[in-house]
C-alpha cells in the first residue's frame, strides 16, 4: 500500500513539473497587423516583396544587415506585409494558388526565412537567435525556435514545426537544409533571389553545391584520418542517407557518401580517399549571421 501511495505521489509530481513547464513555456503568437502587399496576385502567390527587401539587405556574403533594416520602418512593414500573405494564404488553406510541389516548396521555405528575420528584428538588438529565451530554456534555442509562433494560412506554427512537419516530412528533399536560414552563422548563407517553379531546383542545385564545397563545413584531413563535417548534417542524418538510398546511390560511408556525390575538385579527391576515415562535426556557431 505504501509503495502504491509512493507511485501515485510521484507521477502526480511528474505531472505537475510537466504543467508547470508547459504554462510557463506556451506559445507566443506573433501578431502581425498589416495589408497584404497591393499589388498581390488575385489567384498565386508571390514572393516578390520580400525579395525585393532581401536584395537591399543582403550582403554580397550572405550576410543580413538587420541593424539598417530595423531602423526602416518602411522595410520592416514591408515585411509585415509579406508576413501578411503568409499568414493569410498557404498551400494547406489555399490550395488552389500553389500550382505543384515547387510552388508549396517555395511558400514553406522562404515563409520560414521570413519569420526567422521577423523574429531578430522584433527582439533587435540581440547577438544571437539563442538570446531569444524560453522561461524554462530545456534545450539551446527553444524560446526561438519553438516557443515563438507564426501564422501560415491562419495557423500558427513554431519555426520547428514548419520545418520538420511542413517541409522535411512533406518533401523529403535534403537539399532544404541549404536553403534554410536560421540567422547564424554556421546556417547557409542567406540568399536575396527566391526563384519558383521549375527554377526552385536550380536553387536547391546550387545551394547544396556551394555549401557542401565550403571548407568551413565539409573537409578532409588526411593525416588525422577525419573528415570535418557541419553539425547540420549530423542533425539531418536520416535525411541524407535516406535521399542515398532512394536515389540507388552507395551508403556504406555513411555522410561521407552523401557529400562525396556533390563535391568537386580537390574535396572530391581527397574524399575519394576517405575510407573508414572518422567523421568530426564541427561545433555549431550561433552568432547572428549580421553584416557588421
Not at 125 to 133: E, I, N, Q, R
Not at 256 to 269: F, N, P, R
Amino acid at each position: 500500500m505504501a509503495k502504491a501511495s509512493l507511485t501515485l505521489w510521484l507521477v502526480l509530481a511528474v505531472l505537475a513539473v510537466v504543467v508547470v513547464f508547459l504554462l510557463l513555456n506556451r506559445p507566443r503568437k506573433v501578431i502581425v497587423d498589416a495589408p497584404i502587399p497591393a499589388d498581390f496576385p488575385k489567384a498565386s502567390f508571390s514572393h516578390d516583396s520580400f525579395e525585393e527587401l532581401l536584395r537591399l539587405y543582403v550582403t554580397p556574403a550572405g550576410r543580413v544587415d538587420y541593424d539598417r533594416w530595423h531602423e526602416s520602418g518602411d522595410s520592416t512593414a514591408q515585411l509585415d506585409s509579406y508576413l501578411a500573405a503568409v499568414a493569410r494564404f498557404s498551400p494547406d488553406s489555399s490550395p488552389e494558388r500553389f500550382a505543384d510541389d515547387n510552388e508549396r516548396l517555395a511558400y514553406w521555405m522562404y515563409g520560414y526565412n521570413a519569420c526567422v528575420i521577423k523574429g531578430v528584428l522584433d527582439n533587435w538588438p540581440l547577438s544571437s537567435v539563442t538570446d531569444v529565451k524560453a522561461p524554462i530554456e530545456a534545450i539551446k534555442g527553444m524560446g526561438f525556435f519553438y516557443q515563438l509562433r507564426f501564422s501560415f494560412g491562419g495557423e500558427y506554427l513554431s519555426l520547428l514545426t514548419v520545418e520538420n512537419e511542413k517541409i522535411r516530412a512533406r518533401f523529403r528533399d535534403p537539399r532544404i537544409h541549404f536553403v534554410l536560414n536560421c540567422a547564424s552563422e554556421s546556417c547557409p548563407v542567406a540568399r536575396p533571389e527566391l526563384p519558383s517553379g521549375d527554377e526552385l531546383q536550380r536553387l536547391l542545385d546550387q545551394a547544396t553545391d556551394e555549401f557542401v564545397n565550403d571548407p568551413d563545413n565539409v573537409s578532409v584531413d588526411h593525416d588525422r584520418n577525419t573528415v570535418y563535417l557541419s553539425t547540420i548534417f549530423k542533425w539531418y542524418r536520416k535525411d541524407f542517407i535516406n535521399d542515398l538510398h532512394a536515389r540507388g546511390r552507395p551508403a556504406s560511408r555513411g555522410l561521407i557518401d552523401y557529400v562525396a556525390t556533390v563535391a568537386t575538385g580537390s574535396l572530391q579527391s581527397d574524399l575519394e580517399r576517405a575510407n573508414d576515415y572518422a567523421i568530426v562535426f564541427r561545433e555549431y556557431d550561433w552568432r547572428l549571421n549580421e553584416s557588421q
